[in-house]
């Protein structure tokens, strides 16, 4: 089926391990972005690219970097993982970023538990 | 800056009742507006969405949403829900500009659960 697919689904890591969520669009979309959701706080963007080749820091930031390693994939990683990460991980795509009609495709989720 | 304002977090209702979720956003520029449907352990999924034209939208399985720009609102409603009903459902709003990025503000999301 067409659309989002995130690697893993469930990840539990201790605290100071590092890893990386994957993210691929079959949809030939230009920009793909990482949100994370926490309760009561809706979708926070995290990072996005506007296009291969380009990435640009969200709201938070601090503590994920990501790669856009071709027009199909955009992985984060967590370098040195923190208990205030906890949360659940989407990756979205859209057509491009000045396109916002076309609304988001988003992934199923990675739910990442720090301890 | 624009916000979205979801005021209910959750919102039970029988089934068949009609139900109504409410969305308010602030903006002093044209915005487009969107609702998403989020299932149990899975990601978002857009709903509807206004862009332009006609103020009154509507969705594959019975949703509509409204826009209204005096009162900045952007409400959703359904005449009788069901069971699939059950979800999260988070209103979403683009602030429209000259070109480049176009931020999309997220509200925190309204849980629908449906009584059966």
């Known amino acids: 089926n067409a659309g989002v697919t995130q690697t893993p689904k469930f990840q539990v890591l201790k605290t100071g391990q590092s890893m990386t969520l994957q993210c691929a669009q079959d949809?030939?979309?230009?920009?793909m972005y990482w949100y994370r959701q926490d309760p009561g706080m809706g979708l926070r963007l995290i990072y996005y690219?506007?296009?291969?080749?380009?990435?640009d820091k969200g709201e938070v930031p601090n503590g994920y970097n990501v790669s856009r390693l071709n027009k199909r994939e955009f992985s984060l990683r967590l370098e040195s993982a923190a208990p205030s990460q906890t949360s659940v991980y989407f990756c979205?795509?859209?057509?491009?970023?000045?396109?916002?009609?076309?609304?988001?495709?988003f992934g199923s989720g990675t739910r990442l538990t720090v301890v | 800056a624009q916000s979205v304002t979801q005021l209910d977090s959750q919102v039970p209702v029988f089934e068949e009742a009609p139900v109504e979720l409410r969305c308010n956003y602030s903006?002093?520029?044209?915005?487009?507006l969107f609702w998403y449907v989020q299932y149990p352990n899975q990601g978002l999924q857009l709903l509807l969405k206004?862009?332009?034209?006609?103020?009154l939208v509507e969705s594959i399985n019975g949703f509509e949403a409204e826009f209204n720009k005096s009162q900045t609102s952007f409400h959703l409603r359904k005449p009788s829900v069901h069971i699939s009903d059950t979800a999260e459902y988070f209103c979403?709003?683009?602030?429209?500009?000259?070109?480049?990025?176009?931020?999309?503000?997220f509200g925190t999301g309204t849980k629908l659960q449906v009584i059966p």
């Open positions: 979205a795509s859209s057509p491009r970023t000045g396109a916002g009609g076309y609304g988001y495709t």
């Open positions: 949809m030939n979309h230009n920009s």
């Open positions: 690219s506007a296009s291969e080749g380009t990435t």
């Open positions: 903006s002093s520029v044209s915005v487009y």
């Open positions: 206004y862009l332009s034209g006609s103020t």
């Open positions: 979403a709003v683009i602030k429209l500009n000259s070109g480049g990025y176009q931020k999309v503000t």
